[in-house]
């Protein structure tokens, strides 16, 4: 079965390397907590930014969860990882059983960015692929989540 990626076009008022830096190094300030498994207790989350680096939150008493996996990089430009979070929002192990998700940046002048943004392979999720792609393209998913990082990198 067929279904659809999720795809945003945004602008940031910064440069792309800053762009960049703000999604990847600074995810943790601007990530909503709402989209963690720690809530008002997360400590942090982080991108490994290499290929196979893990995408990791860390909240009480250290606790550890793994939600994703880079699986390529461009430093300063693009960035992919897999989304390995279930329609059930419980952690998937199996990398085959991952969406993926992929930020480019490009520099439109000196002081603004373009980022396509893409979120595919729902179907990799099994039978509540299609309702999990639904969920993550309403206002509620990446646009809520995208709209935080737009407010943060304009701050």
């Known amino acids: 079965m067929e279904i659809s990626n999720i795809t945003r076009h945004l602008q940031v008022p910064v440069a792309p390397d800053q762009a960049y830096t703000k999604f990847v190094y600074e995810i943790n300030e601007w990530w909503p907590k709402t989209y963690t498994w720690s809530g008002e207790k997360l400590l942090n989350l982080r991108i490994h930014p ?38 059930d929002r419980a952690p998937e192990p ?15 002048s000196d002081e603004k960015t373009r980022i396509d943004f893409g979120h595919r392979h729902f179907a990799r999720h099994g039978q509540k692929g ?16 995208l709209d935080r990082f737009v407010q943060y990198c304009s701050a």
């Open 94 to 108: 199996d990398p085959d059983k991952a969406s993926e998700v992929f930020l480019h940046f490009f520099k439109e």
């Open 130 to 145: 299609g309702l999990y792609r639904e969920a993550m393209n309403s206002p509620e998913g990446w646009d809520f989540i």
């Open 50 to 87: 290499a290929v196979n680096g893990l995408c990791t939150e860390t909240g009480p008493h250290e606790f550890r969860c793994d939600w994703g996996r880079v699986i390529y990089l461009t430093e300063g430009e693009s960035i992919a990882f897999l989304w390995q979070i279930g329609p």
